[in-house]
């Protein structure tokens, strides 16, 4: 039953008070295990459970007084009215759970369109020819044996085509997105670095920077919703360095690189170039880089167009250091220069803004020291 | 979740709601007014709506029919609910000779917006009669429409379309599952689409096909071969007549392999039909023969038997394994 009711508790008693509890709401029990002691005109006397159960819920709490025939508390479980005599319906006991569904096709089946006789296919299998995707030149774009042969002639002359994976995968699809989405300036310029010590920290110099332009112009450092046009100015500057490895290209993020201070930053550094290299770091760690630094002049190259990865705006390209002869004062000098290519979105960011940052980063590159 | 539902629950919703909000619709049957019927699907319409509107019928399942053919046929949009599938017999005269035709037989001038609930489907230890599965009866006949639902909350929407819709439909309610898997549906008078199949799971592997209480075991097996790297492709056809093969051959066209799953009896099913336009429109794509999990062709035995005629979760798995190890 789900109702139990104060039972008749002799003699026509219409009433009785509840003294105490024996047991509360959530507990199980069995039947004839004593739930409450309840006080009559007569005396006080135990109420037995008349079933197992679970209490839902207790009628009244000690010193109120129920009437006989009044429910005195409620247990879980089977639904009592269930209505029907004929059968047993199991009741839901899992936690509830959204309902999830496509009408009709699911997406991929939607975008699936290849067209293949189970010929072709079987030919393609003997020839050892993946199809993938591929549309053929058959009827609706259907796939003949011909085009089997000939993929299977272009992997006998070729290596076989290997599908992108991981890192690799990834960079394709981030670059098509940047390129159909970004509109990039990039700037160019040289700094001349001769005041530096020897055994200057380069990327460390870069990265303050990188800070310092930012100080100067936020603009670069904010991440542009371009369905909804807006611009979310960002408050730490979370710094995404380029990381090249023989799996790939890895942009881990220095966080809040305007706050900390060069010895943290050089440790932070360290620690990511190690995650990367072992392959344990976290997603968590390449995402949510509000600007990019990419030194590829450890390797080689002066200027570049480098590429700015949506959301962020903004990226910097350090190029090899070189002897540079310069006109100084009207003499010729030899110093050492910095090449840097700034590439900007020019969606949200205006050129004055660019060259300002420019300007602040070259001004703190060009300083003997900033320790 | 405060308003999670069972599916009787959200059938009740939609019948409420739809009454309060179209005056025309009627409730009709056995128990179901005063009672609130043997799975409290009415449960308080009589008190909402009164006697005029929510009509406790004779035992006489060829009148209730006849009845809502005549208040279909003039104006009214009543629910004539059939207590089970196994008393729905007395009602195809007048399901298929009348209300399935009236709108050809008079040539558009009268048409027949009529729903017969009828709670189906074994599985819940019933006596003989009612446990039937005899849908493909009348997936068979033109003009009757066929919609069974697997979740509260498309139950809620789709009944609020099968009220809506101006020709006859035959809402068949799979009442092993009545209970089960409470969620949270908005009472939102938002019908959904009749005559298409529902992707309830997407996957490339295999394409599962099943309706009724049967989503819920095909749901479970594809959870199972998940784990084991299998990724099935879950369709509910829910509108048994007329039928979305488009969608069904899609996704056989992206899978190569299918298995169908019913619980009624395995010749002359509905699973048949599928898998005959399978076969004659998809053939090219198909990598293993059509398989099909169902009962047995034999009447539902009673209890102890029960189990043993049901397909189960196991049964699905197998026949998937059997299915990729064609090819």
């Not at chain 1, 008349?50 to 109120?64: K, M, N, S, Y």
């Not at chain 1, 010929?119 to 030149?137: C, M, Y």
């Not at chain 2, 599938?85 to 709108?103: D, K, N, Q």
């Not at chain 2, 056989?252 to 076969?279: D, P, Y």
Request: proline share 5%; glycine share 8%; with cysteine.
């Amino acid at each position: 039953m789900k109702y139990f009711k104060l039972p008749d508790l002799g003699e026509g008693l219409p009433e009785a008070e509840i003294v105490e509890w024996m047991i509360k709401e959530g507990d199980s029990v069995t039947t004839d295990q004593i739930l409450a002691t309840v006080e009559t005109a007569k005396a006080i006397i135990e109420i037995p459970s008349p079933q197992d159960g679970v209490i839902a819920h207790l009628f009244g709490q000690a010193g109120d007084t129920i009437h006989t025939g009044e429910p005195l508390l409620e247990f879980t479980g089977e639904d009592d009215d269930s209505g029907t005599v004929v059968g047993e319906l199991k009741q839901a006991s899992a936690n509830p759970t959204a309902d999830h569904f496509f009408i009709g096709a699911a997406p991929s089946t939607q975008a699936y369109s290849q067209k293949i006789t189970p010929f072709v296919r079987s030919l393609a299998e003997r020839l050892n020819v993946d199809t993938g995707n591929l549309l053929g030149n058959g009827q609706d774009g259907q796939l003949t044996a011909d085009d089997i042969e000939r993929l299977a002639k272009i992997d006998r002359t070729h290596r076989k085509a290997e599908p992108l994976r991981g890192v690799r995968k990834q960079m394709a699809r981030n670059m098509a997105l940047a390129h159909a989405r970004v509109v990039p300036v990039t700037l160019c310029e040289d700094v001349d670095i001769n005041a530096w010590a020897i055994s200057e920290d380069i990327t460390i110099r870069l990265i303050h920077a990188v800070a310092a332009g930012c100080h100067l112009e936020p603009a670069l450092n904010v991440w542009f919703d371009d369905q909804q046009l807006a611009r979310r100015m960002l408050n730490p500057i979370n710094l995404g360095v380029a990381v090249d490895t023989d799996q790939g290209l890895f942009v881990p993020v220095l966080r809040d690189i305007g706050n900390r201070s060069l010895q943290d930053i050089r440790a932070g550094l360290n620690r990511l170039r190690e995650d990367v290299i072992q392959r344990t770091i976290p997603p968590a760690e390449l995402q949510g880089c509000s600007i990019t630094l990419s030194n590829f002049g450890t390797i080689a190259g002066r200027y570049a167009s480098p590429i700015v990865v949506p959301p962020t705006v903004a990226i910097l390209g350090a190029g090899v250091i070189r002897e540079q002869v310069v006109p100084i004062a009207g003499k010729v000098v030899i110093r050492r220069v910095m090449p840097l290519s700034l590439t900007f979105d020019h969606r949200v960011v205006t050129g004055g803004e660019a060259a300002r940052f420019m300007r602040a980063a070259i001004d703190d590159l060009a300083k003997e020291s900033i320790s | 979740m405060s308003n999670a539902i069972t599916m009787v629950e959200a059938i009740n919703l939609a019948l409420r709601s739809e009454m309060q909000r179209d005056s025309s619709v009627i409730v009709l049957g056995e128990d179901v007014g005063v009672n609130g019927g043997v799975f409290r699907a009415t449960v308080g319409l009589r008190d909402e709506f009164g006697l005029k509107r929510v009509l406790d019928t004779p035992l006489a399942e060829t009148m209730i029919a006849g009845l809502a053919v005549g208040m279909a046929a003039q104006g009214l949009k009543p629910i004539a609910e059939i207590q089970f599938m196994g008393f729905i017999l007395p009602t195809m005269e007048h399901l298929i000779g009348h209300a399935a035709r009236l709108r050809h037989r008079t040539r558009g001038r009268l048409h027949c917006p009529m729903v017969v609930r009828v709670p189906f489907g074994g599985g819940i230890h019933a006596p003989e009669h009612h446990s039937e599965s005899i849908e493909a009866l009348f997936a068979h006949i033109p003009g009757l429409r066929v919609v069974i639902p697997s979740s509260p909350a498309r139950a809620y929407g789709l009944l609020l379309a099968a009220i809506r819709n101006p020709d006859p439909v035959l809402f068949m309610e799979p009442k092993r599952i009545y209970r089960l898997n409470a969620q949270p549906v908005e009472n939102s008078g938002e019908a959904l689409p009749l005559d298409t199949c529902y992707t309830l799971r997407e996957g490339d592997d295999i394409t599962l096909i099943s309706w009724g209480a049967m989503i819920k075991e095909t749901l479970e097996a594809a959870d199972q071969l998940a784990q084991q790297g299998i990724n099935c492709e879950v369709i509910d056809v829910v509108t048994l007549n007329p039928i979305d093969h488009q969608t069904m051959l899609a996704s056989v066209a992206k899978t190569g392999r299918c298995v169908i799953i019913h619980e009624a009896a395995k010749s002359g099913a509905v699973g048949a039909e599928i898998s005959a336009t399978l076969a004659e429109r998809g053939l090219l794509n198909l990598r293993a023969p059509i398989n099909r999990v169902t009962g047995y062709d034999t009447v539902m035995p009673y209890y102890r038997m029960e189990n043993h005629y049901m397909p189960n979760t196991a049964d699905i798995i197998d026949a998937v394994k059997v299915t990729l190890e064609f090819s």
